[in-house]
């Protein structure tokens, strides 16, 4: 996203775009990786609730609330495209908030990634996690990325 301080992102938040709705895919490639032809989507605001509810160090993958929807509505999986863009846009409303902050940087990407796309970037997002305890590790030599180190422990569990 660019140009976040001239955004409202906490009217995106509660721009629910004709969400929650289904989806019948019919690409084979798709169906394929995403195990099924049923895809859901969530409204951004879906997100902003199912982010608070994760605790003090504890975490969840973007993956995992897709997972989460999925279930709930009955679908075979929730749409990855806008859960990226709809996990940024929670962040940058609390950000932009002065109370009822989401915990979003205990939200990670696929594999316990950290996400620069969120407020300030990889420093802030790591900072806050290594205060609830977690390490982070880099890898990568020249694609420098951060992980939360052994995130499979710390996963908060959505059921």
Known sequence: MANENKKDFNAM???????PKFQIITDKKSIEKYGGNKMYFAPPID???VMKKIPY???ITVG?????FAELSGADFTEPITAGI?????AWASYQR??????????????????AKYPNGIEAQKEKLEAEGHTIIQKGRKNIRYYVKDYE???????
């Open 64 to 68: 995992e609330i897709r997972k989460y």
């Open 153 to 159: 422990n710390s996963l908060f569990d959505l059921k």
């Open 57 to 59: 160090g504890k975490i």
């Open 47 to 49: 997100y902003d609730k």
């Open 13 to 19: 938040l509660h721009d629910n775009k004709d969400m």
């Open 86 to 90: 709809f996990v940024s846009i929670v």
């Open 98 to 115: 002065l109370e009822d902050e989401t915990p979003y940087w205990r939200t990670l990407k696929a594999n316990g990634e950290l996400n």
